[in-house]
Every structure is written in C-alpha cells, then in structure tokens.
C-alpha cells in the first residue's frame, strides 16, 4: 500500500512540515488498508519493520512513533530500518538471484550510493554523490524543462524524442586517464551537469523545440557517468551481478545502457520495477526481516535520524 501525497505536486517539491502532518492523518488508515489488501489482521503479524533513517525528521517520528506503539501493544518485536538498505534489498523482491555477491547503485531523490556488497549487512562504499542526488538532477531538470514534480519519469518520456547529438553534456566525473588511485574514481557529482542544463535552457531561442533534446542530453550524460563508475566498480572486485535500486533504477535508459556495458564483461544487470524502486514499505519489511532472522531488535527507545550512514558498513 503505497500513499503518494499529491499535495507535494502543487509546491514542486516536498514540504517537510505538509509531509509529517500527512503522515499523522494517513498512518492508520495505510496501514488499516495495507492489512486489509494483503487479507491479513494484526493478529498475523509476527514483527514490525520501520524505516527510522535517514530522511525528513517529522516524518519519521511520526513512523517509529506508531510502530513502536503498535509493537508495544501487540507484545511483538520492531526492529528499525535504515531506508537506503530498504532500497537495496528491494530488487531481491523482484528478482531472486539479486543477491550478494553484487555491486549495488542506488540511486534515489536523495542518495547516490555505489556499494560492493560481499553478502547482506556487509556494505563498502566505494562512492556517494559530492552535491545532487541523481534522482534530485532530474527533478531540478524536469523544473528547468517546466515539467511536473517528481520529474524523472517526464525527463525520461521526453528524452525518448530527443535528438542525443543536439545537446552533448562533458559526463561528469568521467576521465579516460583516471585511476583507481584517484579519490574521485568512484564518485559522483551532478551540479555542474544540472548548471549545463539551466545553459542551454536560458540561451535556447525556442525551449519547446529544444526541450527533448536537452532532456535527452541530460540524460544520456547522466546515465553515462553512473555506467561509467558502476562497470568500474564491478570489474574491480570482480562481481558478477549488479543491482540497482531507488526511484532512478527504474529509467529504461539507466537500465539499457548498464546492461549493455555489463554484457561486456560478463555480469547481469538486476533493476527494480517502478513500484519496488521508488518508496515502498516491502522493501523496509524485507531489510527488517534480514535483521530479525539474525537475532536484532531494536529497544521501545528507538528513535529517528535525520541522517545515518547505512549500518554494517566496512572499510574500503
Ligand atoms: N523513470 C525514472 N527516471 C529517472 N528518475 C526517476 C524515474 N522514476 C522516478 N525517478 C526519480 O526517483 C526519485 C524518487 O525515488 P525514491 O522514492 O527512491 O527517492 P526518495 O525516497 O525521495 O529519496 P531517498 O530514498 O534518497 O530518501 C525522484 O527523484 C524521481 O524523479
Ligand atoms: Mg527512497
């Protein structure tokens, strides 16, 4: 059961205060409806998961508030859920061999984040975005475009009607001499792209014409870079299956183009569907179950993180 608040669509953006008022009036009808779906009651439920970071603060609150009471209540066990290891696990949904061993990109509104998983609970990070987000690029984009909130799946309908030789974007941070040793190699940065894009849009004399070519320029550099640094990462430890997650993982064009370049040496591209790559409450019941199979639960004084790094991180 997936509750998308419209009202973010009026203001271009969400509004964290409109969110977490939402969220209060919406928990228990969501998960009234959630049970009611799945035919299951509360008596079924062995174990609550909830995502306790990172994000909006009052939203969060408003979850691990509920979840806690909830647990408390039925006398079962909450165990709090890291978000972006919620957006790992939720290929794994979809396609049972996106297990580790993997490289996983994960690529979402708010995070860039390219991992070597060796096994569930264990996460290198070899790279994270040094300004915008993939998934914030293409909404920040689809707004310079005048196209509606969240953008990427507008940026990505139009681009399909781009010409992708009117606008070519430099791919960032991508060198034909960089090295492993260089501490950008892994790394990701989209502001330089997006300040391209806001470019061609101020000196196009005609933005309607223009429009799906610099969409299709955008997103062909874009794409590119993530490519670029996720093939690096995969060759490097030697993974033969790459997993993509987040609200990005769903652009076919990502999606083409990283298994073309996986093809090439020999590795399989795993991407979520749209309803598993953007939020959803599967995948933190997914990541939560992984914990509470190892013997974890989290206290009645759980609490929520505005930012957190993903748990069981390990050393490059
Ligand atoms: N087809 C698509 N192509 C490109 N981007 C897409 C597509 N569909 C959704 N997105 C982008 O995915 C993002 C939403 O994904 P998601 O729900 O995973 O992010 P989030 O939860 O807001 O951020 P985070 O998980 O980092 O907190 C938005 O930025 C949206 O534009
Ligand atoms: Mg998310």
């Not at 909130?149 to 001499?177: H, L, T």
């Not at 997006?194 to 000196?203: I, Q, Y």
């Amino acid at each position: 059961m997936i509750l998308s608040q419209d009202v973010h669509k009026v203001f271009g953006g969400v509004v964290p205060e409109i969110a977490s008022r939402a969220h209060l009036t919406s928990i228990v009808p969501v998960v009234s409806r959630a049970l009611e779906d799945a035919a299951v009651t509360f008596d079924d439920l062995d174990a609550i998961a909830v995502t306790s970071a990172p994000g909006l603060i009052g939203a969060l609150l408003v979850g691990v508030c509920y979840a806690k009471s909830l647990a408390f209540a039925r006398g079962i066990p909450v165990i709090g859920v890291h978000h972006m290891e919620g957006h790992l696990f939720a290929t794994a949904l979809q396609h049972r061999s996106a297990v580790p061993p993997f490289t996983g990109l994960l690529v979402s509104g708010g995070h860039t984040l390219l991992l070597d998983v060796e096994e569930w609970g264990r996460y290198r990070l070899l790279g994270a975005t040094r300004d915008d987000a993939a998934g914030e690029a293409f909404d920040k984009v689809a707004k310079l475009l005048g196209l509606p909130y969240p953008g990427g799946r507008p940026i990505e309908m139009m681009a399909r009607e781009g010409d992708p030789a009117k606008f070519r974007y430099s791919r960032p941070m991508v060198r034909s001499n960089d090295s492993p040793a260089d501490p950008s190699y892994y790394e990701f940065s989209f502001s330089g792209l997006k300040t391209a894009v806001l470019t061609s849009v101020r000196s196009s004399a005609d933005l309607e014409r223009d429009s799906a070519d610099i969409a299709r320029g955008f997103q062909d550099a874009l794409v590119e870079s993530l490519v670029e640094k996720t093939a690096r990462a995969a060759v490097a430890w030697g993974r033969k299956r790459i997993v993509l997650g987040g609200g990005v993982a769903c652009n076919s064009a990502l999606v083409a183009a990283m298994t073309e370049r996986a093809a090439r040496f020999g590795a399989t591209v795993f991407a979520p569907e749209p309803r598993l790559a953007t939020d959803n409450a599967a995948m933190i019941a997914r990541a939560g179950l992984f914990h509470i199979e190892r013997g974890e639960r989290s206290g009645l004084d759980l609490n929520a993180h505005a930012s957190q790094p993903i748990p069981g991180l390990v050393t490059a």
